[in-house]
């Protein structure tokens, strides 16, 4: 009797793992307008072109799975994700400690995935010809509360005596707060009267169509707008040469301070759906491709690997944070690793 029923779960077994390969041995095509469904994406402007990049292939691939992606900035992304109402959040920073609690408080358990890296640019309008270089002390004396450029002849007096028209990503914004810790001291503020927007294509018109104007954004939206845009050099600290953000001096850490990963937080109860395991794995799988793709820089391989291991094991979290809720600092390569990881619950 024993042996007849061991042989019926067997039987029972092989007809399964029979029927599961079936459907994988089943053309592509069917497979794929098999999958329907619907993936929320919410978040970072500066994210926004590489994950549209990804959403518009899988599109191609799976037409029945419907990916939204909505762009109301870094925090704008992150106040939804944390309360379980997006699948992914799109972030040009890691989460903050105030973020990460809500999170545990709502149950929200996640996967932190580098799927870039940007080289935070500073563009002027192309009749800028008198701006070759900045340093970051000129930056803060620009965009600092109290800082002391309001004319360009006040960084230069053989500069123009025009007033600086400024333009900043608001304050939903990874890109803000990422220049403000970068450029602005502890504890100080920006000037009130900048010209914000959480969307860098409305921050691309208003530099355009200024001679005057000076702003900042994700290299992507540079790259795109060449044209219309100059990127300045920023002096880096560390070597005193002024540097582009162009992909290659991103990658050797030539573009200090301004060079960043970028992120996707992906929700693990989300992530039990076919659709969104499916996209995000699509995603992971062809991420160096959309980064470059829209003129951002793709992680090295080693930091891919990482993240694919993540989701492959299930370890979930941020590496950005310690126990102590305080802020890890140094490189990705650094950061991101396994022993770092702190988890919601």
Excluded: C
Excluded at 8 to 32: E, I, Q
Excluded at 70 to 79: E, L, N, Q, R, Y
Excluded at 114 to 123: C, I, K, Q, T
């Amino acid at each position: 009797m024993k042996t007849m029923t061991k042989m019926k779960v067997t039987l029972l077994a092989l007809a399964v793992a029979a029927a599961f390969a079936a459907v994988w041995a089943a053309p592509a095509g069917a497979r794929s307008s098999a999958l329907s469904g619907k993936v929320v994406v919410d978040g970072s402007s500066t994210v926004y072109p590489v994950t549209e990049a990804a959403a518009a292939a899988f599109r191609d691939d799976f037409p029945n799975v419907n990916v939204t992606v909505a762009i109301s900035g870094t925090g704008g992304g992150f106040k939804r994700f944390v309360r379980g109402d997006t699948d992914i959040s799109d972030a040009s920073r890691p989460i903050t400690a105030k973020e990460f609690q809500a999170a545990a408080q709502n149950g929200v358990r996640f996967f932190e995935l580098p799927v870039a890296m940007d080289g935070l640019s500073v563009v002027v309008n192309p009749k800028n010809d008198w701006a070759d270089e900045l340093s970051i002390q000129d930056l803060r004396a620009i965009y600092l509360e109290d800082g002391t450029a309001r004319k360009w002849s006040d960084l230069d007096p053989a500069w123009p005596d025009e007033p600086i028209k400024v333009y900043s990503p608001g304050t939903d914004s990874g890109t803000f707060d990422y220049f403000r810790e970068v450029i602005l001291p502890e504890g100080k503020s920006f000037r009130p009267d900048m010209s914000t927007s959480e969307d860098d294509n409305v921050l691309v018109t208003g530099v355009s169509g200024d001679r005057y104007a000076i702003g900042y954004f994700g290299a992507a939206y540079y790259y795109e707008n060449k044209t219309r845009l100059t990127a300045v050099p920023v002096v880096n600290p560390k070597t005193g040469k002024a540097v582009l953000p162009e992909p290659e001096n991103v990658v050797n850490g030539d573009y200090f301070p301004l060079s960043r990963p970028l992120f996707i937080y992906v929700n693990f109860n989300s992530l039990r759906r076919p659709e969104v395991r499916e996209f995000v794995n699509f995603y992971l799988a062809h991420d160096d491709r959309f980064a470059t793709e829209v003129g951002y820089v793709a992680v090295p391989d080693e930091i891919g690997s990482r993240a694919e291991s993540f989701l492959k094991q299930r370890l979930k979290g941020t590496t950005y944070m310690t126990p102590e809720m305080e802020k890890r600092e140094g490189g990705l390569n650094a950061i991101y690793k396994k022993e770092n990881l702190l988890d919601t619950q």
